[in-house]
């Protein structure tokens, strides 16, 4: 049941999806209700979240208490409860989905909640704020577009960190998203803004019970 839902989600929303932005964050809020998107990750065993925050506190391993992150794209809460754990304290959600970002204040996980989508125009945030942005699984077609790498790189100090995670199998099989996100990332590390400091494919992303859409991708960005 589980398999069935899920593939019928990932493909409404990524693969093959004919949803603009919005349909997409309707889409969310309807997988959300009772609990059902949780119960979903719970079965996969959606590794994501716990992946990314492992990178975080491999680049941020003292003072995690003064490390300010924004966790993009939060959904219900998953990487903010990983970053708790591994002793974060300050974490700012920020997603588009009402019904999401309630479900993670329900859980009193992060410190403030902001509801804005991403989408290539600036944010009402300074320039600088955080020391480290995730975003684990909004990097995907009809989610962030490959844009917004230029905004998340605003919204970090020099020396900041940006870890992005999404399905591996969704990013090979949307190439137009994909090489265009890496051409942006490629043309701010020619003009000397980031570095990419890692780009990885793990086997247990689990976004999926499909075995091609079973990896994750993470790339790991330095603001210069
Ligand atoms: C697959 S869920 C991942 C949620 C959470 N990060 C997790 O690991 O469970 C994708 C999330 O991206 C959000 N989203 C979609 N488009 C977005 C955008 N343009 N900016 C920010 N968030 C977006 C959705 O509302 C949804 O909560």
Redesign the pocket.
């Known amino acids: 049941m589980a398999e069935y839902h899920v593939a019928q989600k990932v493909e409404a929303?990524t693969v093959g999806s004919k949803l603009c932005?919005s349909e997409?964050?309707q889409e969310?809020?309807e997988w959300?209700k009772d609990g059902k998107?949780?119960q979903d990750?719970a079965t996969l065993g959606?590794a994501?979240?716990s992946l990314?925050a492992d990178y975080i506190a491999t680049y941020f391993p003292n003072n995690k208490d003064d490390v300010f992150i924004l966790?993009?794209?939060?959904?219900?809460?998953?990487?903010g409860i990983e970053l708790l754990r591994r002793g974060f304290s300050q974490i700012d959600a920020?997603?588009?989905?009402s019904a999401?970002?309630n479900a993670a204040k329900e859980r009193q996980i992060y410190r403030d909640y902001i509801s804005?989508?991403?989408?290539g125009s600036e944010l009402d945030i300074p320039d600088g704020t955080y020391d480290a942005i995730?975003?684990?699984?909004?990097i995907?077609d009809?989610?962030?577009?490959a844009e917004?790498v230029t905004e998340m790189l605003r919204l970090i100090k020099n020396g900041g960190i940006i870890v992005l995670?999404g399905n591996a199998g969704v990013w090979r099989e949307l190439p137009e998203y994909s090489v265009k996100m890496a051409a942006i990332i490629k043309g701010l590390e020619k003009s000397g803004k980031l570095c990419v400091i890692k780009e990885e494919i793990s086997d247990n992303y689990r976004?999926s019970m499909e075995k091609a859409r079973t990896q994750g991708i993470t790339i790991v960005m330095k603001k210069l």
């Open positions: 929303i932005r997409i964050i969310y809020q959300v998107y949780d990750m959606f994501g979240p990314t966790d993009v794209a939060a959904g219900t809460g998953k990487v920020l997603d588009p989905c999401m970002l804005a989508e991403v989408n995730t975003c684990v699984g909004g995907a009809g989610h962030l577009p917004s995670t976004f």
